[in-house]
């Protein structure tokens, strides 16, 4: 336990732990993205109702969970950030929302293009699709409040609230389809029963694990680059520097 907390704790050691997992994180995502993209796009049968359309659910549903689960972690690491004072919590919060807002901002443009041939229009306001949107707005506030507040201490407090008091639209986006009369379709994705094909859920859950997997990835390289520009004194950076040079 000691060991795992000084990987989090200890700048160097956390470098060292992200940059040694960073080549299996790379290589497990270009699997699980080569499987999904090839078993969803070239072998899942076309669906009865929707036909090849359908497809675009391999983009659109790891989007949606990518927006919904990064921005719980961003709450996590906020009351984290809160109550211990953990400098790699508050990095992760800040990291995260950029990245976050990237995926929502996907996940609404399939989401229309996927709603034009089902729906017969671009954009409805659907309780998920407005909820969703609701999403999109809080990442870009959070965004902007960090840039707008000078004062470190002040900044990182602000915007650790507001990702705690944003929370609470993600009960609400997850249950809205049951909580309104909406066009979105209920969870095709549940974890005993889940209502979709084998054939065309191993790809789906393959894509979803790539996507996860890609945030790591990006979170993981912007860690490192903060880490060294933090440290960037101190001597085990300095070595570092000297070896690539």
């Known amino acids: 336990m000691q060991r795992?907390?000084?990987?989090?704790?200890?700048p160097q050691q956390c470098y060292r732990f992200i940059t040694d997992w960073s080549p299996w994180l790379t290589g497990a995502f270009l699997l699980t993205l080569g499987y999904g993209l090839i078993a969803g796009l070239c072998f899942a049968p076309a669906d009865y109702q929707q036909g090849d359309g359908f497809r675009i659910i391999?983009?659109?549903?790891p989007s949606a969970l990518?927006?919904?689960?990064?921005y719980t972690i961003m709450t996590t690491t906020a009351l984290i950030s809160l109550v211990f004072r953990i400098k790699l919590a508050t990095l992760v919060m800040q990291?995260?929302?950029?990245?976050?807002?990237?995926f929502t901002f996907l996940?609404?443009?399939?989401?229309?293009?996927?709603?034009?041939?089902?729906?017969?229009?671009?954009?409805?306001?659907?309780?998920?699709?407005t909820s969703v949107l609701i999403l999109f707005f809080l990442y870009l506030a959070f965004i902007a409040v960090r840039a707008a507040i000078s004062d470190p201490w002040a900044r990182d407090r602000i915007a650790a609230w507001m990702a705690i008091i944003g929370f609470i639209n993600i009960p609400i986006i997850h249950y809205s389809v049951l909580w309104w009369n909406t066009l979105h379709?209920?969870?095709?994705?549940?974890?005993?029963n889940p209502s979709i094909a084998p054939s065309m859920l191993y790809p789906l859950l393959s894509m979803i694990i790539a996507f996860a997997l890609f945030y790591l990835?990006?979170?993981?390289q912007r860690l490192c680059a903060d880490i060294l520009y933090q440290e960037r004194k101190?001597?085990?950076?300095?070595?570092?520097?000297?070896?690539l040079t």
């Open 217 to 220: 990835i990006l979170l993981c």
């Open 95 to 102: 990291i995260s929302a950029p990245i976050g807002a990237s």
């Open 107 to 129: 996940a609404l443009i399939t989401g229309s293009l996927w709603g034009k041939p089902m729906w017969g229009t671009w954009w409805i306001w659907d309780a998920r699709l």
């Open 4 to 10: 795992l907390t000084r990987y989090f704790l200890v």
């Open 58 to 61: 391999y983009v659109h549903v």
């Open 234 to 243: 101190a001597a085990w950076v300095q070595e570092i520097l000297h070896e």
């Open 185 to 192: 379709q209920g969870a095709t994705l549940t974890v005993f």
């Open 66 to 70: 990518l927006a919904m689960g990064i």
